[in-house]
């Protein structure tokens, strides 16, 4: 249970990171959270993260860098890197309707800065709603629950996330401006393939 745990809440706060930009309380957690700072090492070392007030942080530094990386130069979108005309899939037919509609994910559009249900913040999202109901079925001892819905989060990587973050991510990296966002960017790349590893190990020694 404990794993499981960890693993939500590494997916809940990529997530947030990658939805929208930060806000004063998030950033301050960040600071203060020694745990989270070992995820960003070079975020750990960054001088300005000491010296400026979170306002300056925020505004001159984080924010822009989040626009720049999520609206203005690149395009965190499933479809943009999977359809042949690079465009992206705002209605029905996107490609993850169907999943998150049979394990009743909904996206709130009004708080994520997204247009569309296939964003990176949302699927990483909907990885952290599988792990918590997985999370659910293990203190019920219910073990057929738990592996299927790991089977459901081996699935959606390897369907999803795997087939494009990597190359977003790797986009992301190389154009971030600021060590919170190429740390970001680091993290969930290394994160989504050793965590597609351990799924694949404990559902063959299951």
């Not at 809940?12 to 990171?17: K, T, Y």
């Not at 998030?26 to 020694?34: E, F």
Request: proline letters at 3%; hydrophobic letters at 40%; a negative charge.
């Amino acid at each position: 249970m404990e794993q499981t745990q960890s693993r939500s809440n590494i997916y809940a706060l990529l997530s947030r990171i990658l939805m929208q930009e930060l806000d004063d309380e998030l950033l301050t957690t960040i600071k203060n959270d020694d745990q989270i700072l070992e995820f960003f090492p070079n975020l750990k070392k960054w001088e300005l993260l000491s010296t400026l007030k979170n306002s300056d942080l925020l505004g001159v530094h984080l924010n822009p860098d989040f626009v720049n990386l999520s609206v203005l130069h690149l395009v965190p979108y499933e479809t943009f890197y999977t359809r042949d005309d690079q465009k992206i899939e705002t209605g029905g037919a996107n490609p993850v309707t169907d999943i998150y509609s049979r394990y009743d994910f909904l996206v709130d559009y009004e708080i994520a800065r997204v247009v569309s249900s296939d964003h990176i913040g949302v699927e990483l999202e909907f990885m952290h709603h599988l792990c918590e109901a997985q999370l659910k079925a293990e203190e019920e001892n219910d073990m057929i629950g738990v592996s299927h819905l790991m089977n459901a989060q081996k699935e959606f990587l390897n369907t999803h996330l795997l087939k494009w973050a990597p190359m977003y991510l790797i986009n992301m990296k190389y154009e971030s401006r600021t060590p919170l966002y190429y740390d970001a960017a680091e993290m969930t790349l290394e994160f989504l393939l050793s965590d597609n590893e351990l799924l694949t190990e404990s559902l063959a020694n299951a």
